[in-house]
């Protein structure tokens, strides 16, 4: 089957994601009408192209993950159908149809290279080639910092509300458990970005009272959260592993507990620092140092209070492994860099979270005093400001940019946002 040589997978993901086909009669290859309600989230990690994609198909509503393929063969050709995180996705969608199979997985397939111009594919070529980090790039700096500074605020507001959010909804359904929620939140921050979710799947899945109990027994830790990751299985037998393994087996049938699958985490393109088992070991190694964690941040007064709460060292193990029974000769821990996100993202909206509930406005104000003390973010997106010489003079400016990045400037709100307006407004 002839693919158009313009058309590369990532182009084609492109198009899906900014749906850059006819979207009228769209059908599965065995019939069944489509609608693309919302393409979904793209994943730039290993697993399906797209996450939490909105597809109607046929008269059901399906949400969930999408793959992508320029051929149909080319799901055999990548090895999914021996991938676990494969078996859930609801829509396999390819340029080109090249086998008489209408489903792979169970998942309806559809064509789009009838639905795709030859001509858009010329254009949009040159377009992604030539396509700016934000639309108003060659302009963004000039505008008054004036508007900078009160579009910011509005912006740290915007996103620390979406992060509360989640946050508020766990007090709500714990009957107000701070302690529980600040053990669940900061375990989704040590999986971020890529392992959030698995991490907050371990952390639902042993409750904090259970942690607790066996927070003076280290080795009983480890055994608990490294068993429920579902990573005990199959292990080079080493001393250490075969411990685990023993303490964990009693462990499950005392308290009838059932790991998470081993598939759930994510290994590939990360830094060996930020692997799972190093993150889950230090996990393991900060609540066996620090009962009532939350009262601890309460209690913090500066940034170098929070910092050495976080700052802790894992087991002797984990000094010399990244991985069980793969021995190195010295590994690298999550730094200041690491610490530094969990306190951006979790500790201080949590800290502002719990001045808002209570009506304490010292804590929201020590939370927000604390964000302006923290530097900058460090990442692709702050970078590309840097560069436009848009600057960020602390972490409460990075997280407003990292706000207008993902909901404004990739979702083309020009109209929406402060500075566009203000472009529009004047004859920069």
């Known amino acids: 089957m002839f693919v158009n040589p313009l058309l590369s997978e990532e182009l084609f993901q492109h198009i899906w994601a900014c749906r850059l086909f006819q979207q009228d009669h769209l059908f599965t290859t065995s019939g069944e009408s489509v609608q693309i309600l919302y393409p979904g989230v793209q994943n730039y990690c290993s697993g399906p192209d797209f996450t939490a994609a909105r597809i109607r198909i046929g008269g059901t509503l399906w949400i969930g993950q999408v793959e992508l393929h320029l051929k149909t063969s080319d799901w055999y050709r990548h090895g999914h159908q021996h991938n676990r995180q ?66 910011k605020e509005r912006l740290l507001a915007e996103r620390w509300e979406r992060k509360i959010g989640g946050f508020r909804a766990w007090l709500q359904g714990n009957q107000y458990n701070w302690e529980e929620v600040c053990y669940w939140a900061v375990a989704q921050s040590l999986g971020t970005p890529v392992n959030a979710l698995p991490f907050l799947q371990l952390a639902q899945s042993l409750s904090y009272t259970l942690l607790l109990r066996h927070r003076q027994q280290p080795l009983q830790l480890e055994a608990l959260l490294f068993g429920q990751a579902g990573m005990l299985n199959g292990l080079p037998a080493d001393a250490y592993a075969l411990q685990l393994q023993e303490i964990f087996a009693y462990l499950r049938h005392k308290y009838r507990l059932s790991p998470l699958p081993p598939h759930y985490w994510n290994w590939l393109r990360m830094r060996p620092a930020a692997f799972p088992t190093i993150r889950i070991a230090v996990f393991a190694a900060l609540q066996a140092n620090t009962a009532h964690l939350f009262s601890r941040l ?107 990045k993902q909901h404004y400037c990739d979702e083309k709100r020009c109209l929406y946002c402060a500075i566009g307006t203000k472009l529009l407004a004047t004859s920069l």
Request: glycine share 4%.
């Open 86 to 151: 494969y078996d859930r996705i609801i829509l396999h969608v390819v340029f080109v149809q090249d086998m008489p199979a209408a489903r792979i997985n169970g998942a309806p397939c559809l064509e789009l290279q009838h639905h795709i111009p030859k001509l858009l594919l010329q254009r949009y070529e040159q377009l992604r080639q030539h396509a700016p980090f934000v639309a108003c790039e060659a302009h963004a700096a000039r505008v008054p910092s004036l508007t900078w500074l009160s579009w």
């Open 298 to 404: 309460l209690e913090a007064g500066s940034i170098a209070e929070l910092e050495r709460l976080f700052f802790v060292q894992p087991s002797v193990y984990w000094h010399t492994h990244y991985r069980f029974g793969q021995e190195v000769a010295a590994t690298q821990r999550p730094g200041k860099q690491a610490v530094h996100s969990i306190l951006i993202n979790t500790v201080l909206p949590l800290l502002f979270l719990y001045g808002q509930q209570k009506n304490l406005k010292y804590y929201q104000e020590k939370a927000l005093h604390f964000l302006q003390q923290l530097p900058p973010e460090k990442n692709r997106i702050t970078n590309s400001w840097t560069q436009l010489g848009v600057e960020q003079e602390n972490a409460m400016e990075s997280q407003a940019l990292l706000q207008l």
